[in-house]
């Protein structure tokens, strides 16, 4: 999909809730379009849960390229939104945002219909210009991972919470047609959807946002990793794969597979 009739999905007036989950490669594309979401997301959460990473900082243009390329081959109609990655913000070295537009411009040639961008010293002037560059994009205020210290919930004094009310009021100034919110408290997620007129996305800012980001390999049970309070397992994939694996090895080892149904005679 590379229109913009995906914007329907975010009409705040819509009163069905947005359903927005993250996806790395083709096969996990397929699985999530198939299951309806209204949205992918290639989070830069990448670095994390598929390559073993510390942080999202460490991952770069090419690697968020190459698998968002395999996710829009397994998307389908779903429109698929991609992270600008930290590495490309922009820099006092470069305050004409070059390297941010063309990596938007990758994503849109490799088939998203939109970048997402978190707010940053730089983040209101990346928007501005890959808007500028014609390039429709979703914010991401609260807990902003590419640039944060704390990685706990973000708005709980007063200060810090009407600095997310002013970020996420400029970002939806600056262009931006949806606003995640992450890892705030619900009644600041919704006091700021009540003032947006873009629709807001919450991840751990509670039910009265205008829709919903989990991280896919978090909200399968296809990590080991510790996943935060605000994340619900809806499975436990992991334990399935390991089970099926073990299934396998001990066959193998006890001459039970290959058996005659597997084998070619
Ligand atoms: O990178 C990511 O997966 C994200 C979501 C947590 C919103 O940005």
Request: glycine share 8%.
């Given at each position: 999909m590379s229109d913009n009739n995906f914007l329907a999905v975010f009409n705040k007036n819509n009163p069905r809730k947005i359903v927005m989950l993250t996806a790395y490669d083709y096969p996990s594309a397929v699985l999530v379009a198939r299951a309806g979401v209204d949205v992918i997301l290639v989070g830069d959460s990448l670095a994390n849960v598929v390559l073993g990473l510390d942080a999202t900082t460490q991952i770069g243009m090419p690697e968020m390229l190459?698998?968002?390329?395999?996710?829009?081959?397994?998307?389908?109609?779903?429109?698929?939104?991609?992270?600008?990655?930290?590495?490309?913000?922009?820099?006092?070295?470069?305050?004409?945002?070059?390297?941010?537009?063309?990596?938007?411009?990758?994503?849109?040639?490799?088939?998203?219909?939109?970048?997402?961008i978190e707010w940053s010293t730089h983040g209101l002037s990346a928007v501005r210009a890959v808007r500028q560059a014609g390039i429709e994009v979703m914010a991401h205020v609260g807990l902003t991972p590419q640039t944060a210290v704390d990685f706990k919930v973000q708005g709980r004094e007063a200060a810090s919470a009407a600095a997310i009310v002013?970020?996420?009021?400029?970002?939806?100034?600056?262009?931006?047609?949806?606003?995640?919110?992450?890892?705030?408290?619900?009644?600041?997620?919704?006091?700021?959807?009540?003032?947006?007129n873009v629709p807001t996305i919450g991840i751990g800012a509670g039910k009265f946002c205008d829709g919903q980001v989990l991280v896919l390999h978090d909200m399968l049970g296809l990590n080991d990793r510790k996943v935060p309070r605000f994340v619900k397992k809806y499975a436990d994939v992991s334990g399935v794969i390991v089970n099926a694996i073990q299934s396998y090895t001990q066959e193998v080892r006890q001459g039970l597979f290959p058996d005659d149904s597997h084998t070619f005679h």
């Open positions: 190459h698998h968002t390329q395999a996710v829009c081959r397994g998307a389908g109609q779903v429109p698929v939104v991609a992270d600008i990655p930290a590495a490309v913000m922009p820099t006092e070295t470069d305050p004409a945002c070059t390297r941010c537009v063309d990596g938007a411009k990758a994503f849109i040639a490799a088939g998203c219909v939109a970048v997402k002013e970020q996420a009021r400029a970002m939806e100034a600056a262009g931006c047609f949806a606003v995640v919110l992450e890892c705030v408290p619900e009644g600041l997620a919704r006091e700021i959807t009540g003032a947006l």
